[in-house]
Structures are given as C-alpha cells and as structure tokens.
C-alpha cells in the first residue's frame, strides 16, 4: 500500500496467512497512464466553457494562480509551469504573477511544503503566500443562501484567477475540484462556518439537528445538487474566476486526467468521469477491513468509511503513516483538552459504533483528537505491520475474511 505522501511515498507491505481470505479492494480507474506534457496544455488551450488561458492572458495586468494544500493529493509542480508558459504566451510579465495557498480553514504551511508542491523553481523565482482567513478578506456581498463572502483580498486584487487543484470523493460536498478552491479555499472562517455549519449541517450540533438532505453521505455520491457546492459556486462567481484546472489521481497521486475551464463546467465535466474512476470494489460483511489514509493522510478520518460494509464487532485498522500528524482545522478542529474549540467542531463520526476494535497503525503516533475515534477500550496504536498481525491473530481463528482499501481517503463506496 502507497504511503508518506510528499515524504519520498514509499510502499507498506502487507503479509497475511495463506489461509486468510483476503481481498484489495481497489479502484476502477486506477492502472491508466499518468498525463503527458502535450497532453496538459491541449486542455490549456482547448478548455471547457472559456477562452484558452493564453488568450484569457490578453490585456491582464495582474495574475494570481490559486493552489491547493498539503492535504491534497495534487502535483502541482507538473501543472503550475506549463499554466505560466501559457500566461507569457499572453503577455503576462512574471513580475505580476503570485501563488496563493487555498489552505481554507487548514492552517498555514511553510516554504519546505511549497517546493514540494510547486517545485523549488516557483518558489524561487515566485511569492508564494499562505490564505488568512481571519485578515486580509474582502466582502464581496451574501449569496442567495444568506452566506456572507470574504475573499482574500490578494485575490480579488488580480483581473486575473487562476485555480490549480483536483477532484477526489469529499465527504461533505461529495466531490472536491470547481468552486471549493475558493470556498472553503481563500474564504473567511465566517464564511467557510456559514456554508459548512449554517448551510450543510456539518458540526456537533448534529445531536440536536438533521443535517441538509443533500449533504448526508455525500461523500462521492453527489455533487451538482450539493446545497454547500451550489452556494460556494455561486461564491465562485461574485469572485469572478476564470480558470481552474482540475485532474484525477491514481493511487500513486499520479494525474491520470484533467479538465480545465469554466469553474463550473470544468468540474461538472471532471465529476463525470470521477464517478466511475474513484469507485472502489466491495467486499460484503468482512471481518477485518485495512484500510490505508494516504493521499489524505493528514485527515486520516476520512479513512473510517468501509467500517459501513464490515461486520458488526469486527477490527478496523486504520493505516496513517506522515510525519506532519494530522491538520489543524480552525473550523471542525479541537483545540484543547477542556475547551472544544472550533465552532463547528466535529465529534467522531457515529459509523464507528458497529466496529468492535480499531487499530491505529502508524509510525508517527500522536496523542491527538483527530486520531481518537473511539473509545480507548475499542481502540489500539501500533507502530508496525507486524505487531498488527500479530494482534489479528490473536483475534481471529480459521480463515477470517479480510478487505483490503489502498486508499480509503479517495475511494468511494459508492
């Protein structure tokens, strides 16, 4: 299984007795080829619903290329360049270019995160900045939703918007890629709670409320009629955007396809495919399920979906191997023993009640809120593949049927 995504993405191997039935759960897209150069700027110059980036260049005076965080799976540094060729074409001066962070409500990142992401070449030869969501925000008026819009002002500052991310499963708007890079992106926490908590439901006030119908398990399963994207792209249009460029990713973080142009009609277009390309294969009622959080290692929650199709009582292992832990989130994050903390902060998700142990396996073990899932009577950390083995022996007699998820964090079950 892939591991240490942005720190050398190693390989775990996995080793289970002969007589285990043991089955990987891929995903259908998975194994097509990684994009081509040439292949990049045709979609560059040949975008749905727009102009060609190099004709879009004509006339601007000042560019702002919109990126998306470490806790994505995008290699932007194979994108970024091709998509500044293309704004020199237009007479864009590199002197009038930056980079901006979509690090939403995320935190900040530093420079060793950015070259990784860009490439050591833009992060020298280009400012780079992470997005404030508490300062240096513009209002820009409410949506029809009633969603008050503060947009870094950096952004609103270029006649140029450029957006570079991808479309993976979310488990809140249903699929990531469009408009999200800009809500939650390089929005203000008063707007990011607005769309996430106001609008779609999501924060421990689920006790006491339902959350909206088009949110719940929206988790790659819809996307258009999601009440939290409609609202962020119509954001997306107060902000004026003119570009994203979206791809999908294989379970190596390999871009295997892209879709650029209009913020809506580039993604709705890349959805399409995404459908089908993130569907994982399925095995019913497993006793054990690994299941491995890699190209969102930092959110490694996300990878507590198949606990759905395991059996009740059954062990769940949860693979999270990053030397960064998991993300500070200002919005859904903990932020202290005692005191919550974030507004919207989420407890864990109630799928985990039907399993009867969990299994933290990872070499980086943290005392740390988003990693207790569960109670610590149901739950184990282990630093190695072999210690966890041995624990699943010691559980399980005869042939326990085992599932297997490369990567938890991207794959959809439905």
């Known amino acids: 299984m892939p591991q240490m995504p942005w720190f050398g993405d190693s390989i775990l191997e996995l080793e289970f007795p002969d007589e285990w039935d043991v089955q990987v759960c891929s995903m259908m897209g998975d194994g097509k080829p990684p994009l081509s150069r040439e292949r990049v700027l045709s979609k560059l110059r040949n975008p749905i619903g727009t102009k060609p980036l190099s004709r879009l260049a004509e006339g601007r005076k000042e560019a702002v290329i919109i990126f998306d965080d470490m806790t994505r799976p995008t290699k932007v540094y194979e994108i970024a360049p091709l998509v500044l060729e293309e704004l020199r074409r237009g007479g864009i001066k590199e002197e009038h270019v930056r980079f901006i962070c979509a690090n939403g409500a995320h935190g900040t990142f530093n420079r060793e995160d950015f070259a990784k992401k860009l490439g050591e070449e833009i992060v020298e030869g280009y400012p780079v900045f992470n997005h404030n969501p508490y300062s240096n925000l513009d209002y820009l008026g409410h949506t029809k939703h009633g969603t008050p819009v503060e947009v870094n002002a950096e952004v609103m500052a270029c006649d140029l918007k450029l957006c570079i991310g991808c ?36 924060s421990a006030a689920l006790d006491y409320r339902d959350m909206h119908p088009s949110c719940q398990l929206a988790y790659g399963r819809v996307n258009e009629e999601n009440i939290m994207r409609r609202d962020a792209e119509e954001a997306a249009r107060m902000v004026e955007v003119d570009m994203v460029v979206n791809v999908l990713v294989d379970l190596k973080r390999n871009s295997t396809d892209i879709f650029a142009g209009g913020v809506i009609e580039a993604q709705r277009e890349g959805v399409k495919e995404a459908m089908t390309h993130y569907r994982a294969q399925l095995v019913q009622s497993p006793d054990i399920v690994i299941s491995n959080a890699y190209s969102k290692a930092s959110e490694a929650t996300i990878a507590a979906w198949p606990a759905a199709v395991m059996k009740e009582g059954g062990t769940l292992v949860i693979v999270c191997n990053t030397p960064t832990g998991q993300i500070s989130h200002y919005v859904h994050g903990r932020w202290g023993v005692r005191r919550v903390g974030g507004n919207l902060w989420l407890p864990p ?47 399980y007699e005869g042939n326990p049927k085992v599932a297997v998820f490369p990567d938890a964090t991207i794959q959809k079950p439905f």
């Open 349 to 395: 998700t109630r799928i985990l009640d039907r399993v009867g142990k969990i299994i933290i396996l990872s070499k980086y073990p943290e005392k740390q809120y988003w990693l207790e899932m569960a109670p610590p009577e149901k739950t184990i950390k282990l630093r190695t593949w072999e210690e966890t083995l041995e624990e699943l022996k010691n559980a």
């Open 167 to 202: 479309i993976v499963p979310h488990p809140q708007f249903g699929f990531g890629g469009g408009a999200k890079i800009i809500l939650p992106g390089v929005s203000s926490v008063r707007t990011i709670s607005f769309n996430h908590g106001d609008l779609g439901g999501w």
